[in-house]
């Protein structure tokens, strides 16, 4: 049987239904994490977020790093 429930987003308070009984079915499925996402989010949340705040969570790393690399560029050019 499977084991599906549903969920309020730690972020954004979002509702959702997770799909832990059937995985390749949660919304999550295919989201692909870092590990330093991964322990960002083991970090700040203690349950799951909605697909939303997964891929913006995502999308705040990438800026991250990319302005953590130009930032180390220009501290190098000095």
Do not use: P, V
Request: proline share 0%; aromatic share 8%.
């Amino acid at each position: 049987m499977a084991c599906h429930e549903t969920k309020y987003c730690e972020r954004c308070h979002a509702t959702f239904e997770c799909k832990l009984g059937n995985i390749l079915q949660c919304q999550c499925n295919g989201i692909r994490l870092s590990d330093e996402e991964k322990e960002y989010l083991a970090a700040h949340y203690k349950d799951c977020l909605c697909r939303d705040c997964l891929e913006a969570i995502k999308q705040e790393a990438r800026i991250k790093s990319k302005w953590q690399s130009l930032f180390n560029l220009l501290k190098w050019r000095k």
